[in-house]
């Protein structure tokens, strides 16, 4: 009996054990998507290996073609942007500001040089690079000897870029707080540019 008793409990056993659905050591979905973003993170490494190497080979080019003078400073470097500025060499003088501000952002001379920058995109019809100078210029040089003369900058680009009620707005401003200085002459004849236009039916911002 007693034997017949562990045999019927051996039995159920067995047959419970194969009702019992195996259950798999990895599920399959989660090692997809596992396997997916590793792949995706690949890809994004390779990508900004490429993008480096790419920059490395600009910068190589750029170093080649605007050589930074030697030894470097700030009077030195300046030259060469005053020079790039003369010669209205635009790749050589973007350049060379640049690392200027970069590598001496508190130099006496940051401001000036990107005045010459941005009055050169000026010159060149550049307007929205110019008034990203001169407003770098506002921002970052409020006490440097070229704030007001950027401010004059700033006005001519939002007038060249059908701004005018600005315009007017720094136009006044450079009236009433420099009225000593001589771009207030210039304001002067901005403003009657800017009554021009109005004169003509253009609408003014």
Same mark, same amino acid.
């Given at each position: 009996?007693? *034997?017949?008793?562990?045999?019927?409990? #051996?039995?159920?056993?067995?047959?419970?054990?194969? +009702?019992?659905?195996?259950?798999?050591? =990895?599920?399959?979905?989660?090692?997809?998507?596992?396997?997916?973003?590793? /792949?995706?993170?690949?890809?994004?490494?390779?990508?900004?290996?490429?993008?480096?190497?790419?920059?490395?080979?600009? &910068?190589? +080019?750029?170093?080649?073609?605007?050589?930074?003078?030697?030894?470097?400073?700030?009077?030195?470097?300046?030259?060469? $942007? $005053?020079?790039?500025?003369?010669?209205?060499?635009?790749?050589?003088?973007?350049?060379?500001?640049?690392?200027?501000?970069?590598?001496?952002?508190?130099?006496?001379?940051?401001?000036?040089?990107?005045?010459?920058?941005?009055?050169?995109?000026?010159?060149?019809?550049?307007?929205?690079?110019?008034?990203?100078?001169? &407003?770098?210029?506002?921002?970052?040089?409020? /006490?440097?000897?070229?704030?007001?003369?950027?401010?004059?900058?700033? *006005? $001519?680009?939002?007038?060249?870029?059908?701004?005018?009620?600005?315009?007017?707005?720094?136009? &006044? +401003?450079?009236?009433?707080?420099?009225?000593?200085?001589?771009? =207030?002459?210039?304001? #002067?004849?901005?403003?009657?540019?800017? &009554?021009? /236009?109005?004169?003509?039916?253009?609408? $003014?911002?």
């Amino acid at each position: 009996m007693k *034997a017949a008793l562990l045999g019927l409990l #051996g039995l159920a056993f067995s047959v419970g054990c194969a +009702q019992k659905p195996v259950q798999p050591s =990895v599920n399959l979905t989660q090692l997809f998507y596992r396997h997916l973003r590793l /792949e995706k993170r690949q890809e994004r490494f390779n990508f900004s290996r490429v993008l480096e190497n790419a920059r490395h080979r600009e &910068q190589a +080019q750029i170093d080649k073609k605007y050589p930074l003078p030697s030894p470097l400073n700030e009077q030195s470097l300046y030259s060469a $942007v $005053v020079r790039a500025y003369q010669a209205r060499q635009l790749g050589a003088l973007d350049y060379y500001v640049s690392q200027f501000v970069y590598r001496f952002p508190q130099s006496v001379f940051a401001d000036s040089a990107l005045y010459l920058r941005g009055e050169t995109y000026l010159i060149l019809g550049m307007t929205p690079e110019a008034l990203r100078d001169f &407003q770098r210029i506002l921002t970052d040089y409020p /006490e440097g000897k070229k704030y007001v003369a950027a401010l004059y900058g700033k *006005a $001519v680009c939002y007038q060249q870029l059908g701004l005018y009620k600005f315009s007017e707005e720094v136009l &006044q +401003q450079i009236r009433h707080e420099f009225p000593g200085s001589p771009e =207030v002459l210039k304001a #002067g004849m901005e403003e009657k540019v800017l &009554q021009a /236009e109005r004169g003509t039916g253009r609408q $003014v911002e």
